[in-house]
């Protein structure tokens, strides 16, 4: 099963073109127009594993966002691919250590997109795999 996708965004067209893209690609989407809609949107659909993050927003911004999600977020891990006009490796290495999985510059390019969001889907399968075999061993050392 694909997991659901947040694109936060605030730019109605470039909100617009990733919602195509992915739905094309035939995933689930939740979209929100700045960080605190995303935050409570995250906060309120378990479903959402895998996030498109705006650098700029409205509000909290997507390096907020990004760091809240690391820190703050417990019951699974949410893959945030962090999107911007902003490119240089200052801008890419600071992206990336506030919580970032990925980095993807503006404009978008469509085969960058998915190759980046299957990416994240194989995280998030051996993010599971590795969840489930936790629990396996939690069991084995109770009994």
Request: proline share 3%; with cysteine.
């Amino acid at each position: 099963m694909k997991p659901k996708i947040l694109i936060a965004e605030d730019d109605p067209v470039s909100q617009s073109l990733l919602n195509d893209l992915v739905i094309e690609q035939g995933y689930s989407v939740v979209l929100a127009a700045s960080g605190d809609e995303a935050w409570v949107a995250l906060l309120d659909d378990p479903a959402i594993q895998l996030a498109f993050i705006d650098w700029m927003m409205p509000g909290m911004d997507g390096l907020a966002l990004c760091s809240r999600i690391k820190s703050e977020i417990r019951d699974r891990y949410v893959y945030s691919i962090m999107i911007t006009a902003k490119n240089h490796k200052d801008d890419v290495i600071r992206g990336l250590e506030t919580g970032a999985d990925e980095f993807i510059s503006k404009p978008v390019h469509q085969g960058e997109l998915i190759s980046r969001l299957h990416v994240g889907e194989r995280v998030l399968d051996y993010e599971k795999r590795l969840r489930a075999e936790m629990r396996r061993a939690d069991d084995l050392l109770l009994n």
